[in-house]
């Protein structure tokens, strides 16, 4: 902290000739100072350990989304390089016309709404039924929180055989108690609501820890204090509970929707190709099936990016809302 | 605080010192990318003309083994493709080489595989794909096998149409290895026989409607098995229909763009009414291999597909040709062998040249056609085969071939149209034509798709 000089002011002529001032003492490096004053006490001097990774990051990982974004407005497709003399938003266009991307891009939205308000639902019952010091507690736990250990391609594989028409056991079941046998994957009204529906069996367990350690946190006072005033349970936990897991909710449901718009991996074992049933057409399989089946690379770039931009969209106000509560 | 600055300046000098690393890691990066693009750069003027693939000629000193890929892993494809390398490997004792099988989402992983290699200009020797207009996609990063085609002779032992699909932009791009049939129908000989359904008498598709009419009155069994998981296999069911019933020139006319609306949409009718009234229940969650698996259980009586379903059943226990399975030619199509390829391309920029040159040549010859061919339920190319070594029913595959009138290209496999199209017409079948079964949008999206 002594390092941080007072001479800052004096310097308003630019000292940015990158030559080496050798400042004995209290004065130190004017640049770096600057820099320190403008960024924080150790932003130079701790520099050696966050330059490194920000610089890799900032070229693999955003260097390369503002390659994708160039991609997507050449006309790039089949072999050679890309032509960036000539940009535009045409793929863009193209993709509103697309009624295949249409469908795609609704069928993401509605997947990734759905399956993020279900399995919250889920993982809040679970967690508060465990919260309720019921016995084997951590065997309940870990019976939930299996199936997200699974592979993607193991619960696909495991669902495409419950959903089958003829010997599927959701089928069976159902015939068993008297009602008809659905066609669970090739109705196309009903297959986005299948796979929602497994995807939420593999997440309810995630919701729950989230939503268990919230439970934890909140202090046994509370639920005596509503005890006492004569809350009813449901009351107590609509009321007083449930309003206090509000920042398990947030991260929660932020996961989940990531995951959601990742749901590539089960469709694309569920049918163990790019193209889904009918109707369960998502941004992410068609963006593969542009790229390698089709060799579109600057559709599916453009596809690409709007699936990132989705992502940013809800990941954004996330980080925002942590910003202002003070947690970045 | 001296204690302090002296360790600052030490710690300048470490910021200093990761700084120039930094900029120099970031330099080499920046250096690679460069060097990539004008790498693919160089792939494209080499296949323009024959330049790129005699100067890679001169350069096949280099130790790099042959690579080859392919996606036969499953069941027969894996023993066809053993048998394919032993044969190799015969021939050539001491070339080093890697055939390197991606299977996984119908040939969908190998085109994955082969187009980023590809991109990335890092070729395999050769790799196997359908060749007809489906080289099309392969466009500006495929060499000229045209050297190896005269050298051998191909063209006066393959057949005709082997040799003209085999062409792309004026040269050779690949050599075929074996080839199926498309226009197929099998069945379960004890289901028709309970039916009393003769097959040899359906030679109208209206005639197979009622012979499925009459398999759903007479017996318990499924009348036709279809798997549709995937949507290619409605997309062939329809092109054989469609050649079956409106007839060889109507098909050629859709598939070289000037499709007939009434002869589309009929086919589709018919299309429409086998799916609606005469399949299984659960087509939609099932595949190729279930499907098969309902003839060979006489659980179903008929199927329609390629001929590689014919390899499933020699592989069942007591399941055998004439006396459990029978074969017909799709009803209508009497007469014409709608054609399959399986080929090896040749990329150019050719990792090793020299040794692909020899790997095509073998590909092509009758000791590799009848290793491979047997084993995978396919016939050669060639017209000039003993076919003592397979069993009665290729032998008879073989006859049709060598005898047929029309070897149309099919629909679905590469040959008719380019693979952009084929999306377009399973993007028409996954929307409008996997249940329920919309003809009239379904026939406009077919027609829109293959219009010039």
């Not at chain 1, 310097?11 to 130190?28: F, K, L, N, P």
């Not at chain 2, 693009?37 to 080499?46: L, N």
């Not at chain 2, 074996?178 to 309970?194: A, I, M």
Request: glycine share 10%; net charge negative.
């Amino acid at each position: 902290m002594a390092l941080h000089n007072d001479d800052t002011e004096e310097s308003g002529d630019a000292v940015t000739d990158g030559g080496v001032v050798e400042e004995q003492q209290q004065t130190g490096f004017r640049p770096i100072a600057r820099l320190n004053e403008r960024f924080g006490s150790d932003f130079v001097e701790s520099s050696q350990f966050w330059l490194p990774p920000f610089l890799l990051v900032g070229l693999f990982v955003y260097g390369a989304i503002i390659w994708n974004v160039m991609i997507s407005l050449t006309d790039f497709q089949g072999f050679g390089t890309p032509d960036y003399s000539d940009l535009d938003l045409e793929m863009y266009a193209r993709a509103l016309g697309d009624s295949g991307f249409v469908d795609a891009a609704v069928n993401t939205f509605v997947l990734l709404i759905a399956f993020t308000l279900v399995t919250l639902a889920i993982g809040l019952g679970l967690a508060i039924l465990i919260d309720r010091n019921i016995r084997f507690e951590n065997t309940f736990r870990t019976i939930y929180l299996l199936p997200m250990s699974l592979s993607f391609v193991v619960t696909a594989q495991f669902w495409a055989w419950m959903y089958n028409f003829n010997n599927g056991v959701i089928n069976i079941v159902l015939t068993s108690i008297g009602l008809d046998r659905v066609d669970w994957i090739g109705s196309p009204d009903i297959v986005l609501w299948a796979v929602v529906f497994a995807l939420m069996w593999q997440f309810a367990g995630y919701a729950m820890v989230v939503y268990l350690a919230g439970l934890r946190a909140i202090p046994d006072e509370h639920y005596e204090a509503a005890k006492v005033d004569g809350a009813s349970t449901l009351r107590m936990y609509w009321r007083v509970i449930i309003p206090q897991l509000k920042g398990s909710t947030i991260s929660a449901s932020v996961v989940l929707m990531v995951f959601a718009l990742k749901a590539f991996d089960f469709l694309y074992s569920l049918v163990g190709g790019y193209r889904p049933p009918n109707g369960a057409d998502i941004l992410a399989t068609k963006m593969v099936r542009e790229a390698y089946a089709n060799l579109n690379w600057a559709y599916s770039s453009a596809i690409a990016i709007m699936l990132f931009l989705m992502a940013l969209s809800i990941v954004g106000p996330y980080l925002y809302y942590q910003y202002k509560e003070g947690h970045l | 605080m001296t204690d302090d600055s002296d360790r600052l300046s030490r710690r300048r000098f470490v910021e200093a010192t990761g700084a120039a690393t930094l900029i120099g890691l970031a330099g080499c990066s920046g250096d690679g990318g460069g060097d990539g693009g004008d790498g693919s750069d160089g792939g494209d003027g080499g296949s323009e003309n024959t330049d790129g693939s005699d100067g890679g000629d001169g350069g096949d000193s280099s130790g790099e083994p042959l690579e080859v890929l392919h996606g036969w892993t499953g069941g027969d494809g894996a023993a066809a493709a053993e048998a394919l390398v032993e044969a190799f490997e015969e021939e050539y004792p001491d070339m080093e080489h890697e055939f390197n099988p991606i299977g996984g989402g119908g040939n969908q992983n190998l085109d994955a595989v082969v187009a980023n290699r590809l991109q990335n200009n890092n070729p395999p020797s050769s790799f196997a794909n359908w060749p007809g207009k489906n080289l099309q996609r392969y466009e500006g990063v495929l060499g000229e096998a045209d050297s190896v085609w005269e050298a051998e002779g191909f063209e006066d032992v393959m057949v005709e149409e082997a040799v003209e699909l085999h062409q792309y932009n004026g040269a050779f791009r690949a050599v075929p290895l074996g080839s199926h049939r498309l226009n197929c129908l099998f069945y379960n000989t004890s289901v028709v026989e309970e039916a009393g359904v003769d097959p040899d008498s359906l030679t109208s598709v209206s005639a197979l409607i009622d012979a499925l009419e009459t398999v759903s009155t007479e017996t318990d069994a499924v009348p036709m098995t279809h798997g549709m998981s995937g949507t290619w296999t409605t997309t062939q069911l329809w092109a054989s229909t469609m050649l079956g019933k409106e007839g060889y020139d109507p098909y050629m006319n859709f598939i070289e763009g000037s499709p007939d609306e009434a002869a589309v949409q009929s086919a589709f009718e018919s299309v429409a009414e086998i799916l609606e009234n005469y399949i299984n229940d659960d087509a939609s969650s099932i595949g190729l291999t279930e499907s098969n698996q309902n003839i060979i259980e006489g659980n179903a009586a008929f199927i329609h597909q390629g001929n590689w379903a014919a390899g499933a059943f020699r592989n069942a226990e007591d399941f055998e040709y004439d006396e459990d399975w029978g074969f017909k030619t799709f009803p209508g199509s009497e007469g014409m062998y709608m054609l399959h390829f399986d080929s090896f391309l040749y990329p150019s920029n050719n990792p090793t040249p020299e040794k692909t040159d020899k790997f095509m040549a073998f590909a092509g010859s009758e000791a590799a056609q009848v290793a491979f061919n047997q084993y995978k339920g396919s016939i050669p190319t060639r017209t000039d085969v003993d076919m003592s070594a397979f069993g009665p029913y290729l032998q008879e595959t073989q006859e049709d071939f060598a005898n047929a009138e029309e070897r149309p290209p099919n629909l679905q496999h590469g040959l008719g149209v380019d693979s952009e199209t084929m999306s377009t017409l399973n993007d028409v079948i996954s929307s409008e034509f996997s249940g329920p079964y919309n003809v009239e949008a379904a026939t406009s999206g077919f027609i829109d798709a293959v219009s010039n």
